[in-house]
């Protein structure tokens, strides 16, 4: 049986190898880079957070590297700590950080290679293992014994996913907006599920590896989503900071070819990827988010301890950046959730 689905598994990472392949080479100059419904402008401006004076800049260190973050709110309050995907830095969550510090000590940071945190060369140092290490140094610098509440947007939501299961003791429940458990992804491309559909709605990481498009991505593609023009103004600056280097190693570190299939056998890999949560979690996804399917929402039930601790909230007429596009649905969403599942 396990020779079976051994060969069953190296069958799929097979199909997938031959669409990836398909799907990279189809890339043209015409073709957007990823692809998002783009957020709507906001009825009202956005938090102008940065002159706020009780916002506090600071740094954790992680074996050397330094991970930029802000923070807000009494410390005597519990945590919550948000981390941002891409292209995205700790400014993403500047309409959640005024309204939950009020009540939480709001920690939002920026991960490695973006902003103001460190980035460190070589791909290797971009490898789920290393940045879950620094989503623990930042969490260490600031919870005072407190378990956290974790909220995650994009990578964040893979990482917080993966960081839940390997820290069981640090994570009191867990926020994820729309992205599912990175194993419910990977369950999605082997053979008896949906590979061409999910490989399809992958395309856009796959593009950056396209004749080395995404290294050569500008500050002002990285912001092209954002319709703001002070926020996008913002954004730039901050992109202008980051690596892009180090932006593109996150998925060739992670999502290259040979690494799927690692992630299939490698017993680090089978460690993080397979580890149980325990703990509460809500899934926030637009009806319109194009990089996962909605089956994926099914599959990642089966990395709950007690399926019934899942709780999905669809969001219609939204996509991909949902703190951008609903942060008030997403403000009051969270807060209700945070309330009933403490009962």
């Given amino acids: 049986m396990a020779s079976r689905i051994r060969s069953m598994l190296l069958l799929g990472a097979a199909m997938f190898t031959a669409m990836f392949t398909q799907v990279a080479s189809g890339e043209t100059s015409d073709e957007a880079v990823w692809h998002n419904k783009i957020p709507a402008a906001l009825s009202e401006p956005a938090v102008d957070i940065d002159k706020d004076p009780n916002l506090l800049h600071k740094y954790a260190d992680n074996a050397g590297t330094k991970i930029h973050y802000v923070t807000m709110g009494s410390n005597q309050k519990p945590l919550m700590v948000f981390v941002h995907g891409f292209p995205d830095f700790w400014y993403s969550w500047r309409n959640q950080i005024q309204i939950f510090s009020a009540n939480y000590q709001v920690v939002a940071l920026d991960l490695r290679g973006y902003d103001l945190s460190d980035r460190p060369e070589g791909v290797e140092n971009y490898k789920f293992s290393v940045l879950l290490d620094d989503i623990r140094a930042v969490i260490n610098a600031e919870r005072n014994g407190r378990k956290v509440i974790l909220i995650g947007h994009d990578w964040g939501a893979a990482l917080s ?3 839940t299961g390997q820290n069981p003791d640090l994570v009191e429940r867990l926020v994820v907006l729309s992205v599912p458990h990175p194993g419910a992804i990977t369950k999605e491309l082997l053979p008896w ?19 080395g498009k995404g290294d050569n991505l500008t500050a002002e593609d990285l912001a092209y989503w954002v319709v703001n023009p002070e926020v996008k103004r913002r954004y ?3 992109f202008s900071k980051s690596s892009i280097l180090s932006i593109m190693a996150y998925y060739k570190a992670n999502y290259s070819l040979s690494q799927l299939a690692l992630n299939l056998f490698d017993p680090t890999m089978k460690k993080i990827y397979g580890a149980v949560i325990k703990c509460p979690v809500l899934h926030v996804h637009g009806i319109e988010e194009s990089h996962a399917l909605l089956s994926t929402l099914d599959l990642e039930k089966s990395w709950m301890e007690n399926p019934d ?8 007429g939204v996509g991909h950046f949902i703190q951008h596009e609903v942060p008030d649905y997403l403000n009051e969403t969270i807060s209700s959730w945070l309330k009933d ?3």
């Fill in 309 to 316: 601790n899942l709780t999905v909230k669809i969001v219609p």
């Fill in 236 to 238: 730039i600056e901050a």
């Fill in 341 to 343: 599942s403490a009962s």
């Fill in 193 to 211: 599920n949906h590979p061409i559909a999910q490989t399809r709605a992958s395309a856009y990481a796959t593009r950056f590896f396209a004749r």
């Fill in 161 to 163: 996913w993966l960081f």
